[in-house]
């Protein structure tokens, strides 16, 4: 219950693989099977052609008619893919007149870098010799080669290393990278810049010079695949309605494969192949009706929360209310931790973005009235966001001020409680900027 899509996608072909009972009628997105005739038709009227036979690429050696074992390989060893960093880096180490003892240790130094740029291990533990020149001579190197500014210990150092190289760096760049920047996590910059007694026009340099700079340079040369998000269901205001459709058109569809069964109905067969059969159709029904469960449950579990939500969809997140999993399993008829289980990593499109289902059950913040005016925490910052959002460029408002302007609009909450949701929001806690 608790899988996303992608995952269940791949859990049904692996259980597809090693149940013999099980087979696929229609593939993800499939709307209807072409003619099997049309297809061949089609395919004995296509004139095949060579394309490559005056290719001087020894690689490729033409073959008979038909075969087409040769192409592929070629056209498979044709492409190419993006290289990592620790080759990017190793590609310019070799372009180098190093000696060998520094070139050695040059590229153990690359090969214990992570996808940031950063040292995985003290580079000090790669020197097999009592010459701490060399690793510096080594970790100059590899900083220097392209992207600048790997082989650091972390993000503050590889931003210093950077502006050594580029050697162009305003003043109190250094205080401002490994005092400062630390500091921007709690304080506002002017409380910062006054702490560090850096003048506004030196702090304004520093600003726009460490933009140039790359915090974590080996991301530049990532590889890694992206991780794509499908929500699970779709839920839309169509004129004047909300609409809720299960989005699963990329599962495909199963059933129990009637010739397999067949086999366990013959006469003559042996005790254990008909074991055998009945037992992967048995787990295979069981595995189908899994996946109905699942879709039943979400489904319900769905439409309880667009219910329970309509303002949300409506509206916008300034009206969610709040929602608690009990609420939403009492009204289905389960026990809350299914409920839990069957909206854990599944999401909505929505008119307002795409949603975890989490996001739809939030507690009602102290101190909010009844139970028919409570507001819930997002729709809290919501309007925190509305009411600053309304304010002059350079107007000052004090937290105390904000809660009682937020209680003018139905909203009590404690000034505490409004300066940790600034705090929360990123938003300055005295006035805009």
Sequence with gaps: MAMPLTELQETIREEVEKNPALEIIR?????????????????NSVVEQDFFSDISDPGYQPVSPGDSDSKRLFLEGAVTREKTLHEILIDQLHLMNTLPELADLTENIIWN??????????????LTSDNPELLESALRLVRSMEPVGCACRDWQESLLVQAEIKG???????????EGLGLLKKRRPEDVRAKLRISLDDWKLCEAYVRTLSPFPGRLYSVDTPQYIVPDLIIRKEEGELTLILNDEILPVL???????????????????????SDHSREARYFINSLAQRDNTLLKTARSIVE?????????????????????ADTIGVH???????TTNKYAQTDWGLFRLKFF??????GSGDAKSRISKVAAKEAIKEVMAGLDANERISDQALSELLAGKGINLARRTVAKYRNELDLPSSHRQ
């Design 336 to 342: 809350e931790t299914t409920v839990s289980r069957i």
């Design 113 to 126: 870098l992570n996808g940031d740029g950063f040292h995985n291990e003290p580079p000090d533990m790669l």
């Design 308 to 328: 329970f939500q309509r303002d949300f969809f409506s509206g916008g997140p300034r009206f969610l209310r709040p929602l608690t999993l009990k609420e939403v």
């Design 27 to 43: 593939e993800a997105g499939e709307v209807d099977s072409p003619d099997r005739n049309e297809n061949v038709n089609r395919e």
């Design 361 to 366: 059950f939030t507690n009602s913040i102290s």
């Design 255 to 277: 059933r129990i494969n009637p010739d397999f069964e067949k086999i366990g109905e013959e006469s003559g067969i042996n005790r254990d192949a008909r074991r055998f059969v």
């Design 168 to 178: 162009d760096s305003p003043p109190n760049f250094e205080r401002f990278v490994r």
